[in-house]
């Protein structure tokens, strides 16, 4: 069955350091890979996407990649903030008339 | 322009009742998903309507039902409430296939 897995329930990193969280997934074959970010409370909002033919993607201080064969990806925030303290969501979308799919989220907490 | 808006944004229940929740997509969206998120599960694919049609359903039993409505509205409906409804509901909605989804803020319902 498919399935998507993202790093650790929670991710503590030091204010101004690069917090780099985990997408793995099995069993899909996404044409396009999406993360989220949601606060306590509040509905996921979106960050950036980044198609099955894209290695890279980048949005001021945000980074994705995209390994096809290793099913992963990456997401990079540099020069963290406390700000970017948060639940970050990974989801995969085959690009047709099908569901698109939530991980379970890292919870990210920077510490000032 | 407006964004996703959920009515009510809490809702508590007696076991055994039924609920209804709605959504306004953002204007000319015509995609809009369900999602249930509780803390164990994350985010759980509902069902999914386009143009008035079910287009995916997750695996959820028939107690969860929706429709669309020709304004694109939407409402989902939960009859014979459990315990384990307990849960925040999410609506999302899409301008079309592959792109990013625009969450509302949720509905927390609580069932007791």
């Known amino acids: 069955s498919q399935k998507i897995e993202q790093n650790s329930e929670a991710l503590n990193i030091q204010e101004g350091k690069t917090a780099t969280l985990t997408c793995n997934y099995t069993?899909?074959?996404?044409?396009?890979l999406q993360w989220y970010r949601q606060d306590p409370g509040r509905g996921p909002v979106f960050l950036l996407l980044?198609?099955?033919?894209?290695k890279e993607k980048r949005k001021e201080r945000l980074k994705v990649t995209f390994d096809t064969t290793l099913k992963q990806s990456l997401f990079h925030i540099t020069a963290s903030q406390p700000a970017d303290s948060a639940t970050y969501l990974c989801?995969?979308?085959?690009?047709?008339?099908?569901?698109?799919?939530f991980g379970t989220g890292t919870k990210l907490q920077v510490i000032p | 322009k407006a964004g996703v808006t959920q009515t009510p944004r809490y809702l508590i229940k007696t076991r055994g009742q039924q609920v209804t929740l709605s959504c306004s997509p953002i204007s000319g969206h015509r995609s809009v998903s369900w999602y249930q998120q509780t803390p164990g599960q994350g985010l759980q694919f509902l069902f999914e309507?386009?143009?008035?049609?079910?287009?995916n359903k997750g695996n959820f039993p028939g107690r969860f039902s929706g429709r669309q409505f020709s304004n694109s509205r939407s409402e989902m409906n939960v009859s014979t409430l459990e315990l384990g409804d307990s849960a925040l509901y999410l609506c999302a909605s899409q301008k079309g296939l592959g792109t990013e989804a625009f969450f509302g803020q949720g509905t927390r319902l609580t069932v007791v």
């Open positions: 309507y386009f143009s008035e049609t079910q287009r």
């Open positions: 069993n899909y074959s996404p044409a396009y």
């Open positions: 989801a995969l979308d085959s690009g047709g008339y099908q569901k698109v799919t």
């Open positions: 980044i198609r099955e033919n894209e």
